[in-house]
C-alpha cells in the first residue's frame, strides 16, 4: 500500500485554543512509520495486534500526519 494521510483538529469551545499534549492515534495495521507533515519529523509509533500506535507530542491548532 501506499501512504495514508491523517489530519487532527483541536476544537475547542473556548478562545483561545489550549493545546493538547501526549496524543496517540490507533489506526488499522503494522509496521509503519508515521511523520509530522509539512517538516517530516518521525513521530514515535508502536506496532501490535494489528494496529499501529502513532503518538503526537503536541496538538495546537491542527496538525497533518502521514503513515508510510
Not at 19 to 34: N, Q, S, T
Request: proline share 6%; aromatic share 12%; no cysteine.
Amino acid at each position: 500500500g501506499g501512504n495514508d494521510y491523517f489530519a487532527l483538529i483541536n476544537q475547542q469551545e473556548e478562545s483561545p485554543v489550549a493545546p493538547m499534549y501526549d496524543l496517540f492515534v490507533k489506526v488499522k495495521g503494522e509496521g509503519r512509520k508515521g511523520r509530522m507533515l509539512p517538516d517530516k519529523e518521525e513521530l514515535k509509533t508502536e506496532s501490535s495486534e494489528g494496529f499501529t500506535k502513532i503518538y503526537l507530542p503536541r496538538l495546537d491548532v491542527f496538525q497533518i500526519f502521514v503513515l508510510e
